[in-house]
Each structure stands twice: as C-alpha cells, then as structure tokens.
C-alpha cells in the first residue's frame, strides 16, 4: 500500500468499510451505508459517516 492511501487512523481502521467488507461483515455494512453522504479518496466506498472511511471526502 502507498503512502498516500493508508489510513491516517490505524487504530480504528478496524471499523472502517474496507475492514468490514474483508471480513465479509455484511450486516454491519448495510446500516452504516443505507444514506451515504461521504466517498473514501482511497477505495471508493461511500458511507453515511465519515468516521466508516479512511479517507473520508464529501460527495
């Protein structure tokens, strides 16, 4: 992983979308992204809050 797209919270990485959709956590997935409002600059994952993402950018 480059510099630019690792988590600049590492200790609650755990609990972001990338973490969660590895671990195929799907029900946890599907509350935290049923109205989206920020997009991860890194993978893309679009979630209800910014705290679901590495690197939370509004959409």
Excluded: W, Y
């Excluded at 029900?27 to 993978?43: F, G, H, R």
Aim: net charge positive; proline share 10%; aromatic share 2%.
């Amino acid at each position: 992983m480059s510099k630019q797209n690792e988590c600049p919270e590492p200790e609650a990485h755990h609990l972001h979308m990338c973490q969660l959709k590895a671990k195929e956590m799907h029900k946890d997935i599907e509350k935290l992204v049923d109205k989206p409002t920020v997009v991860c600059a890194n993978c893309g994952f679009r979630a209800n809050k910014p705290e679901n993402l590495c690197r939370p950018k509004p959409i």
